[in-house]
């Protein structure tokens, strides 16, 4: 069964203390690896998606990896705005729609 | 990135009426759509996929007269809550993707509270 596990729940930083997010999973087929920034009372932002082992892409101050079993979201030097649910999610097989992991909130104090 | 506009954003309703949530694809065709409801601190629920123009694809536990989905055209996808109860309250989220394998874009969401 294709499934999605997101680790630490929250996430608590000081502006400015880097760190990261894992994403493991279990899929038949990965088809893309999609990371979201969910604001509350908003619907899921786009991030990034990554294919296939060893990619890396970057946005200001994020950066997505992808393994064959997990995927990090690193934060370097957080800002109070970077707050928010960050949401990973697989598609594979067939079927091709998204399985979602229940994300990791983090909050950034100033 | 693509934009995908909801609309109503928010909704309150009696319980027995029904409530109809349009979800419009604005600058690209949205060969299927996708609806998700989403309850407070959990994570988006899939309820159904439609392709344009055939019916839509309901998952396991979402029920299809209940929950009416009509895909009309490649920009338009309708949600329509038949005879709201207040356990149907929650906040319902639509998607779209120009293609398989493509990303999915989300729109900003609906959030429905039946008294």
């Known amino acids: 069964e294709d499934q999605v596990t997101q680790s630490p729940e929250a996430l608590r930083l000081q502006e400015g203390e880097s760190s990261s997010l894992n994403c493991s999973y279990t899929v038949s087929g990965l088809r893309g690896l999609f990371w979201y920034r969910q604001d509350p009372g908003k619907g899921p932002e786009f991030l990034f998606t990554?294919?296939?082992a060893g990619e890396e892409k970057e946005k200001e101050r994020l950066k997505a990896t992808l393994t064959k079993k997990e995927s990090f979201l690193h934060i370097t030097a957080p800002k109070p705005e970077d707050s928010a649910t960050y949401l990973c999610?697989?598609?594979?097989?067939?079927?091709?729609?998204?399985?979602f992991g229940k994300g990791t909130k983090l909050s950034v104090k100033p | 990135g693509a934009v995908v506009s909801q609309h109503p954003s928010r909704v309150i309703c009696k319980s027995g009426t029904s409530v109809k949530i349009e979800c419009r694809s604005l600058?690209?065709?949205?060969?299927?759509m996708f609806w998700y409801r989403q309850f407070p601190k959990q994570s988006l629920m899939l309820m159904a996929t439609s392709n344009e123009g055939s019916k839509a694809t309901y998952e396991q536990g979402v029920e299809k007269d209940k929950f009416l989905i009509n895909h009309a055209s490649l920009t338009l996808s309708t949600l329509t809550v038949t005879s709201a109860h207040p356990e149907d309250s929650s906040f319902y989220i639509c998607?779209?993707?120009?293609?398989?394998?493509?990303?999915?874009?989300f729109g900003p969401g609906t959030r429905l509270l039946v008294l």
């Open positions: 990554l294919y296939s």
């Open positions: 600058d690209f065709q949205a060969t299927t």
């Open positions: 999610a697989v598609q594979g097989g067939s079927q091709g729609n998204l399985i």
């Open positions: 998607s779209a993707r120009q293609g398989a394998g493509e990303t999915q874009y």
